[in-house]
């Protein structure tokens, strides 16, 4: 079972034990993380805009297009930054550290 480390706006930093299969927006949002999710997923929205760190974004991948005209929307826009409901977990990014941040 991968691990995901999210940290939160606080700067609290919360490892969970996580499906493959899930998204991150799914469980960000299911575990108290910072994250909406308001679209469920659609790509209609960026509430589940998150941060990676170089090495990670790597791991990851780059954004679609269409995930970039969502991104636009998102405050705090980075380099490194994702919509959470376009990165499936799997083994491969066991140990992927998340990071949420502020509202603007």
Excluded: W
Excluded at 39 to 52: D, R
Excluded at 67 to 91: H, K, N, V, Y
């Amino acid at each position: 079972m991968p691990t995901v480390k999210f940290i939160k706006t606080d700067g609290s930093e919360h490892e969970l034990n996580v499906d493959s299969g899930s998204t991150l927006m799914e469980i960000g949002r299911d575990n108290n993380m910072g994250l909406e999710g308001t679209c469920g997923g659609s790509l209609s929205c960026a509430t589940c805009h998150v941060y990676f760190s170089n090495a990670d974004f790597a791991r990851v991948g780059p954004p679609s297009d269409d995930e970039m005209d969502m991104l636009e929307l998102a405050f705090g826009l980075t380099p490194t930054s994702r919509l959470g409901c376009q990165i499936t977990i799997d083994d491969s990014l066991d140990g992927l550290t998340v990071k949420v941040p502020e509202d603007y």
